[in-house]
């Protein structure tokens, strides 16, 4: 790319379809697919070649460029701050010394504006892990240009590494080596956040039926709450769902009622993120048929409105497509969506997506922990003799690459189980009564906008006959 015509931002991604130089085999050279990678310049618009060098070191060690740039993006804007810093101070990378360093640590805490509220720009794990990447960087720098004094207890820069030791869920304790430097502030202790609640999802749904907004947005909005809630995707994994995989879904549960299969469970594929390379990985999860109703409705939806754009939308197309050009959103639309929800519902907290997939991943630990008829971690302790396979049912659902994040939600999983009196029968049902409730809410600001309620109307009717059909499944009494 000509860097006189290269962006103001300091990033640009390379296209889907970029290919990369790998290796000669005899006469012919082999390339590697590298689309999205992530090409950086100085705020000037040249070229910044030893950050470009560093992750194309990285993106031969396998790091991941998935999604919309995947690890490498975000170690490119990580090294932004430490790019504009040496920029303003008229500095190459190999000219830093510790006080520059310490002075450009130092503005990741500058106070910004967020929602009429003054906090700092990072927290403290925020610069620590972002100051981890600068020194990696500074590391690469001093090897490239055989500079042993850029980096080091007494180079120019003081980093210099030490051991971090991280306690696995099966007992085990693996130790690795990270930079470390005596400006980097203490990190903030560990915290799961709470996850969002029942209420304050239907809140946003409602928000999201009502708001004066296009009908394409309004419905986009919907279903992206929707699958959000029911599956526990991370933001990426809603940009990344495609067309084909909710059309399979629906196909699926057509063809069960068609034979009659009242045990039928829907399942939905999509692609998962958080793997380590660039492999790509699917994760399935069981979805109510009410839920796919919305879904399909949509989808419907969907091709109409681009349809009068002149846009012809493919079985690979996302579900969730920007308005005007039919692509894939940014991941910070996502969050973007969900604070203008929030913000209209009147919400005072902090409203973002992945609360949601904390809300999934505790209804999961429910769920199972219902079906081994366990309500105490003592039960837990004494029943669950492989606790490993129990944790992995878990990671199968919500797609984590490892059990340990997730023995957290455990003690929260308890807490609600302690406030219950149901089988796992009630549970599914309860599962599906609130799926009714969500699509009764639809409808009802359907018909509040003066809309033509016809085809709510029959989805609001297949979903009360979605939960007349889980009843008869069951023993339980209908309330």
Not at 100 to 114: C, D, E, H, M, P
Not at 183 to 195: G, N, V, Y
Not at 253 to 277: H, S, W, Y
Not at 375 to 381: A, L, R, W
Request: glycine residues 4%; contains cysteine.
């Amino acid at each position: 790319m000509n860097p006189e015509r290269a962006p103001k931002q300091l990033i640009r991604f390379a296209r889907q379809n970029f290919s990369m130089f790998s290796v000669f085999i005899g006469n012919s050279a082999e390339t590697v697919n590298a689309a999205r990678f992530p090409q950086v310049f100085w705020p000037s618009g040249e070229w910044c070649l030893p950050v470009n060098l560093y992750l194309l070191d990285l993106f031969f060690k396998k790091y991941s460029i998935r999604g919309k740039g995947g690890t490498l993006a975000t170690y490119a804007f990580q090294l932004s701050p430490l790019i504009r810093h040496c920029y303003d101070n008229e500095l190459d990378f190999h000219e830093l010394d510790d006080a520059n360093f310490r002075l450009a640590i130092r503005s990741l805490s500058a106070k910004v504006y967020r929602h009429s509220t003054v906090v700092a720009k990072n927290n403290s794990t925020s610069i620590v892990k972002i100051g981890r990447v600068w020194l990696d960087f500074l590391n690469f720098v001093g090897q490239f240009r055989r500079d042993s004094e850029l980096l080091g207890e007494s180079g120019r820069v003081r980093g210099y590494q030490v051991k971090k030791s991280v306690a696995l869920a099966d007992g085990r304790v693996t130790t690795s080596l990270v930079w470390h430097h005596s400006c980097f502030p203490d990190e903030d202790p560990a915290e799961l956040r709470m996850p969002i609640s029942d209420s304050t999802v239907k809140e946003l749904i409602n928000a999201a039926e009502t708001l004066n907004v296009d009908p394409y947005i309004r419905s986009r909005r919907v279903a992206m709450l929707e699958f959000l809630y029911v599956t526990g995707a991370r933001r990426m994994e809603c940009i990344l769902l495609k067309r084909e995989s909710v059309i399979s879904a629906i196909y699926e549960l057509r063809k069960a009622r068609e034979e009659n299969n009242p045990t039928f469970i829907p399942m939905l594929k999509f692609q998962r993120v958080k793997n380590k390379g660039n492999e790509i990985r699917y994760r399935e999860v069981p979805i109510s048929p009410i839920s796919l109703e919305l879904f399909d409705t949509f989808l419907q939806t969907s091709t109409m409105h681009f349809s009068q754009l002149g846009i012809k939308l493919k079985r690979r197309s996302p579900v969730f497509a920007n308005a005007r050009s039919g692509q894939e959103l940014m991941p910070n639309s996502v969050t973007q969506e969900f604070h203008a929800l929030a913000k209209a519902a009147g919400i005072p907290q902090d409203a973002f997506p992945h609360l949601v997939r904390h809300r999934f991943i505790l209804s999961e630990f429910v769920r199972l922990l219902l079906a081994h008829k366990l309500s105490s971690k003592d039960d837990f302790d004494r029943l669950i003799v492989d606790s490993n396979s129990f944790m992995r049912q878990v990671r199968e659902v919500t797609g984590h690459a490892s059990t340990a994040s997730l023995e957290v939600y455990l003690q929260f999983a308890f807490q609600e189980i302690a406030g219950m009196a149901q089988t796992v029968d009630r549970a599914r049902l309860i599962a599906y009564q609130d799926a009714l409730s969500r699509e009764h809410s639809r409808y009802e600001a359907a018909m509040k906008r003066g809309e033509d309620a016809g085809e709510a109307g029959k989805r609001l009717s297949r979903a009360f006959a979605e939960v007349e059909r889980q009843y008869r499944l069951t023993d339980l009494p209908r309330p």
